[in-house]
């Protein structure tokens, strides 16, 4: 007899797509089965070599992330793509955009590609998304692609989900990129310049090379390089891959990649025991407590100090 | 007798300059004496308005806060102001600049200027923000002032420490509004279009105004407006000034202040909880236990949500 995780988990180790997307699904909406699943897939995840594509928005990551996985398809090897959209009425429209555009790689059988939208807590997309990659992976997919507009904390997440993180920029990022992804700056593995046929394309490397400078990689023996495309005509895909390739084997020869990823372990179960502890922690009436405690911080009969250290003492003696 | 916080908390009720700028340092620095401090002074809060001040690198949040601060000057108002710096060598140099420009304003006996930067999480620099303003509010300053770069979740945490919270664009930002400052365009109670002798200013006031058709304001009785101003000139000071006061009426008017600011200290309250319990979880010998673990994940002898299971169960018992 087997349990139904153990059912569902069978037909993800044979890739029935539609098992896998509906685990998918499951992880999304936060189904507690979902996570019964993952424990039984994960001695088959680890196979899948994961890369991370962000930069701001209109720098052409979709298309970018369609021409690499083009480029894998050729060399026969399997693509799962998690398109990560952050929540907001007013991107929908242009993140749908990039999916239809995907339509060419979507009828691959080889390829599967999900979005997943960024709903409540950041950290809590971050987990899912990378529990997503998990069902791909022990599915059999040998490359996945994070892909994630450059907003908000999304792109920092990234770097903790992937083995190489890609930041992709354009020549008209230049004048702000200093200021504004300063926390882009920092995760990439390695840039591209895409749309490097335009104007101010020169500059801009430039600009990226003076930051570099300055700037230390979290690894410190690695140099970040700087890849010119143009993908919407296909110029640079062999380049970046090629890439990619040279960075694999660079963790690979210092015993990095496994290093990485205990890292990122790390990160990960730190989180899932914080949200563990969360859900028990504001369960209805310690949530009625800290309600009815507030209006007398309005009123400065106590302070929010106070009530803080109260409500952990209380929930200390609960449990 | 007075204890230690209760005489630190007597000077700062007394606006003695270098008490509160002893104490916030605490406060940064995350000096646990601050704690009992911020306790004593809570009583005497909640009688500053706070504004807060976000958008994009080169917006000129900085100018705009400085001629603000000249307006309620000449109103006889004392201003206190906190400038959130994300942590960045490459953002460094432009906000020192905004520093010394300020050097004006900074020499007014009636004005406190702090430069507070955004070391390790966000909800952390919210946290300590927030506690730093209520510092200056105990001081009796009238008018706080949170000044913050649109860049990452801070800008959307200023939210939860303003009562009004004015979003700062220029004509250049137009392009990429829609798809990159979602979070900004929500948190928004009103617009300010600066540097609006520029090219692209009408351009920019329609594409704002499209995106609020489309958008609902936390609040839905209250629609954002959009205010010219050219903050090198002084123009559009007064107009902005006046928006504030008509923010602030409408909050009065609504019994909206005192339910935002409740509903903020329930955020505040509950941040302050989830550190207290991070730092119990997280000691020595647990970490050194999910390190240990982390080996059999690799190997898939375990998977991340067992072992985060063990964890929780373990912390449980422990306390």
Redesign the interface.
Same mark, same amino acid.
């Given at each position: 007899m087997h349990t139904i995780s153990e059912n569902m988990s069978e037909k993800v180790f044979n890739n029935d797509k539609k098992s896998v997307s509906r685990i998918i699904s499951k992880i999304e909406t936060g189904n507690s089965n979902s996570?019964e699943i993952?424990?039984e897939?994960?001695?088959?995840?680890?196979r899948a070599y994961r890369i991370g594509i962000t930069g701001?928005?209109?720098a052409g990551k979709s298309t970018l992330t369609n021409q690499i996985t083009k480029y894998y398809r050729q060399q026969n090897k399997t693509v799962g793509i998690i398109a990560v959209d952050?929540t907001?009425?007013?991107?929908g429209g242009?993140l749908l955009g990039d999916r239809v555009r995907m339509s060419e790689i979507g009828c691959d059988d080889g390829v599967f590609i999900r979005s997943m939208a960024t709903r409540g807590s950041?950290g809590g997309l971050s987990r899912k998304t990378i529990d997503a990659a998990d069902v791909l992976d022990a599915a059999g997919y040998e490359i996945i692609i994070f892909e994630t507009?450059g907003?908000?904390?999304s792109e920092?997440d990234i770097a903790k989900a992937a083995d190489t993180t890609i930041v992709v920029l354009i020549p008209e990022s230049g004048d702000?990129i200093?200021?504004?992804k300063?926390?882009l700056?920092e995760i990439a593995d390695f840039f591209v310049l895409n749309k490097s046929d335009r104007q101010g394309a020169d500059t801009a490397i430039t600009a990226i090379r003076t930051?570099l400078m300055?700037?230390n990689h979290s690894d410190k023996d690695w140099k970040p390089t700087i890849i010119k495309a143009i993908a919407s005509e296909n110029g640079g895909t062999k380049d970046i891959v090629d890439e990619i390739e040279r960075h694999k084997n660079y963790l690979l020869n210092n015993e990095m990649l496994?290093k990485n +990823?205990?890292k990122n372990?790390?990160v +990960?179960?730190?989180e899932?025991?914080?949200e563990?502890?969360?859900d028990?922690?504001?369960k209805d009436h310690r949530d009625k407590s800290?309600?009815e405690?507030?209006?007398k911080?309005?009123i400065?009969e106590?302070?929010?100090?106070?009530?803080?250290?109260t409500?952990?003492r209380e929930?200390?003696s609960s449990?």
């Open positions: 996570i993952l424990k897939l994960h001695k088959n995840t680890g701001p928005p209109g952050p907001s009425p007013f991107t242009a950041f507009v907003v908000g904390q920092l702000s200093q200021a504004m300063a926390g700056m930051i300055f700037k496994q +990823r205990q372990y790390k +990960r179960i730190k899932i025991v914080e563990l502890i969360k028990e922690l504001w800290l309600e405690s507030i209006v911080v309005t400065g106590t302070s929010p100090y106070q009530v803080a250290e409500l952990f929930f200390k449990i």
